[in-house]
């Protein structure tokens, strides 16, 4: 499947969803003027990714996917957003693909290791918290 | 005695380009860059979605009935150690009651009831095409330590002046 790459602006993500590099990213900042409008293609690349996986024999799926989210902020709307990539990323797991879900945050920003956790427990996600460097 | 420090005084329409104007003045404003970084990103995500409300909450119009200026308003001010973000925007009477609502019952709330509220409002909503009504507010509340005041000041028939202030400790 062709990847995805969307670059990031003053107010949206940078997004990379590149299997044959077996790397999903999302870093930046999140509050694009339509949440929406932003989201919606990624959300349908996970799904057309997702179906063309679980149409694959076991053995012929991808291997482990490496996914890091490098948020430096996201607003409340694109919270949902990032919840519901997250729900589709579990519908990968479930068909058996193994996530290495890396949740950055700088030291000392409780808000994001606390929200992390959150979207962690809300979708049945195991994440690796990691301190930031930036 | 101490001196209040104010960093943004706004007063006018809230578009989408007037809130990258207003981030940018937080951001470039010289006791931003020296605040310990959590703090920076609570004050910041804070205006922000103080700004987000009145982008979805405010009324188009700017003049009451009676042609007194009604515009939306944003001030972050710095006294001692809190940063307290004002905002104030018309809104539509027959809003009144839910948005009274919501912060009533988020100020009755602790953290953990606030986090259980958040949970259940985040996946109730999403995905869904609506405005996002409640999780902001809810966001808002965590990051506070204080109840969240807000007033409403009824204008006329048709609409009421809605006040917010918010405080972050530093």
Aim: hydrophobic share 40%; glycine share 4%.
């Amino acid at each position: 499947m062709e990847k995805l790459i969307i670059e990031s602006t003053v107010n949206s993500p940078r997004i990379v969803l590149d299997p044959e590099e077996k790397k999903f990213e999302f870093s930046g900042e999140s509050r694009p003027e339509n949440v929406r409008n932003f989201y919606l293609p990624v959300l349908e690349w996970l799904e057309k990714f997702t179906t063309n996986q679980s149409g694959l024999k076991e053995r012929e799926r991808t291997s482990a996917l490496n996914c890091l989210f490098n948020f430096e902020y996201f607003n409340s709307t694109s919270a949902k957003y990032i919840l519901d990539i997250f729900k589709s990323l579990n519908a990968l797991h479930l068909l058996g693909i193994e996530l290495e879900i890396k949740w950055l945050y700088e030291e000392d920003d409780e808000d994001m290791l606390e929200v992390g956790e959150e979207m962690s427990r809300m979708s049945k996600l195991e994440f690796e918290y990691v301190i930031s460097d930036a | 005695m101490s001196k209040e420090e104010v960093i943004i005084d706004f007063r006018g329409p809230i578009s989408f380009e007037t809130m990258e104007g207003l981030l940018n003045e937080l951001k470039s404003a010289p006791m931003f860059s020296e605040l310990r970084k959590p703090v920076r990103k609570r004050l910041y995500g804070t205006v922000c979605e103080s700004i987000d409300n009145i982008y979805k909450y405010a009324a188009s119009n700017l003049v009451d009935s009676q042609g007194t200026s009604r515009a939306p308003l944003l001030t972050v001010k710095k006294l001692d150690n809190i940063f307290t973000i004002s905002v104030g925007n018309l809104v539509l009477n027959e809003l009144v009651d839910n948005l009274r609502n919501q912060l009533e019952r988020i100020n009755q709330l602790d953290n953990d009831a606030l986090r259980t509220l958040y949970e259940d409002v985040i996946n109730r909503e999403a995905g869904e095409a609506t405005t996002g009504a409640g999780l902001g507010l809810i966001t808002m509340a965590l990051r506070t330590e204080v109840d969240i005041e807000y007033s409403f000041e009824p204008v006329d028939t048709g609409y009421s002046f809605f006040t917010m202030k918010i405080d972050i400790n530093t």
